[in-house]
Every structure is written in C-alpha cells, then in structure tokens.
C-alpha cells in the first residue's frame, strides 16, 4: 500500500488504546527527510542585515523552519530551534553552527502544551536575554478525506476521516501558533517594547483542496490571527506577518500531498505559472525581508511565496487522482 492515503489508512488503524491523533503524529514525524546546510550561498541581502538578533524558531529542526534557522544565521542571528524530537534538533544545530558559525540552541518542545512552551521561552530568555523574532514553522499535514466514499481514482478510497485528525491539526497549527506567540509577547516582547511574528500558513484556503479541510481550516485561522494580533499590538512595536509557501521541493509536505515522484513533480511544475517548484531558501529569503528593518512599516501581511501556483492550481478530484496515477 502506497502513498499518502496510505499512511491515514495506517494512523487511523492504530491499535485499540494508541490515540489515534498520537499514532499519526509519530508516524509522520518517523517519515521525515534529512535536511543539510546548503553547500554554498550567495547573499542577496547585507551578510550583516540580522546582526546581534535572536530568532526563535519552532520546527526549526527539518524542512522550511531549518532553512530559515540557517539564512538566519548566516545573516548574524543567533537561533533557537525547537521540536519535539530531540535528537534531530541537537543534529540539526550541530550542522547549523558548524556551516554559520553562530550560536543555535535547541529545546524539545510539545507546541500544544502550554506550560511547557513558558517554560522554554523562560529558559531562552536565560541565555540570550531577548527574543528579537518568533518563527512559527511548527506544523503538520497529512490527507484525509472529510466523507466517504471518495471515487475518480484515487487509491484505497475507502479511508475513515476521524475527528482526533481535525482536532490534532488545529492543537498544532493553530493553537500551538498562538500559543507560543502569546508566550514569547507576555514574557519577552512586551517589556522589551517589540518584536517580530512571522507564521508560516499555506495557500490550501484559497480555493480549497480535496483531502485538506482539516490543514485548510487551521491556516486561514493562523492567517486571520495574523492580521488581528498585528492591530492589536502594533502600538507596542510588534509585528505580525504570514508567509504562504506553495509547493516546495524537498519537504516533507510535497512528499505527502502528491510530489514524491519526478513524474508527479513535473505535472505539478507544468500547472504553475512559473514552471518550478519552489525552494526552502525561496521561503527563507523572504522571511529574511519580512524579520529585518527592510520590511519595518509591513505588518498584517500574507506574503504569498508559490510562484502563482494557488491561481492556477486547484487540487480537485480529477487532478489529485491524476497525481496519484504517477506515484
């Protein structure tokens, strides 16, 4: 059995007594890739433009949050990352501080547990003495189908769409997002008289996608937040934006929802106006602009990094099982 709808098929088959919404979140954290510095880079900005910051990053460890940590770095910020999974936090910022040569922490976090989010950020505080920007890279994502039956090829059709699934999305991606941003403003922001938010959400809203209700809902209200906190303290000197990747190469995200052949990639690359899947430093290089001075009187903004692909590309029935008939 093969594929994403594979891999619901298995979480929600947990054994009797697993929580189901547990045994997805473990599954998908077990199918990760590995992430690498990048070998060489040329800087678009000034190597100094993030100079004497520190940037708390959750999901810093693999995927976009790790390619954020490192533009970061390479730009003067010191970084902390936090996930849930220790082990590859601690490799990860042993590759990040070797490649920079600055400072990356690391901190295993639940994002849905609120108390353990103060006391990292309590910790943090500790050692670096401020938080300059928040990134909230943490997220999760997996298909899953709202009803049944599902028809026109997709494989395996037959798959039960459990609550606990819905509810462990919006706990990760939407609590967890506020959360944490709560905490770093009561704690740190607050008193130091400002700060800088940048939510990494998706494009799935737009103009909806099969299989994504779940994933869907929980950006649009992480996008809504970012535009309410942006107005509610922004006369204390925060700012609050969003970026909305669209399908980027080499994440765990583009391998779930259909791009982990070069078949399937090269249908996806022909339905956007750009002709090419994005990268993980598209996406860093525009939080870079959105974390520094250059972007000082932007706030309540969704930057959209997608190559025109929500316009063009709407993920229906016909065009998922499409992607599916090339995995």
Avoid at 159 to 187: N, W
Wanted: hydrophobic share 40%.
């Amino acid at each position: 059995m093969r594929g994403p709808v594979a891999f619901i098929r298995r979480a929600v088959q947990s054994r009797r007594g697993v929580n189901i919404a547990d045994s997805a979140l473990n599954n998908m954290a077990q199918e990760g890739h590995d992430d690498y510095c990048l070998q060489s880079y040329s800087y678009r900005f000034s190597p100094t433009l993030l100079e004497g910051r520190v940037a708390f990053i959750t999901g810093g460890g693999s995927g976009i949050g790790f390619r954020i940590a490192e533009l970061f770095m390479r730009h003067g910020c010191d970084t902390v990352i936090a996930s849930r999974n220790l082990g590859k936090l601690e490799d990860a910022a042993e590759q990040l501080t070797k490649a920079t040569g600055r400072k990356c922490l690391t901190y295993q976090l639940d994002v849905r547990k609120y108390d353990q989010i103060c006391d990292v950020v309590k910790t943090l505080l500790k050692n670096f003495q401020r938080i300059d920007i928040l990134i909230n890279a943490a997220a999760g994502n997996f298909p899953v189908p709202c009803c049944l039956p599902l028809t026109k090829g997709i494989q395996n059709r037959c798959v039960l769409h459990d609550p606990c699934i819905t509810r462990l999305l919006l706990d990760i991606d939407t609590v967890g997002t506020f959360s944490v941003t709560r905490a770093v403003y009561d704690l740190c922001f607050k008193e130091q008289g400002g700060g800088v938010v940048i939510n990494i959400t998706a494009t799935l809203h737009y103009t909806g996608t099969v299989l994504q209700v779940h994933a869907g809902s929980a950006k649009a209200a992480v996008d809504a937040m970012t535009r309410h906190l942006a107005v509610e303290w922004g006369p204390q000197g925060v700012r609050v934006n969003s970026i909305a990747p669209g399908p980027i190469a080499g994440t765990e995200g583009m391998r779930r929802l259909g791009g982990a052949t070069s078949a399937a990639r090269e249908f996806l690359q022909q339905q956007i106006p750009l002709q090419r899947l994005g990268t993980r430093t598209d996406i860093a290089e525009a939080a870079l602009y959105l974390a520094s001075d250059l972007s000082s009187y932007v706030t309540g903004s969704v930057l959209v990094v997608d190559g025109g692909a929500w316009m063009t590309s709407g993920m229906d029935l016909d065009t998922m099982a499409n992607i599916h008939s090339k995995l």
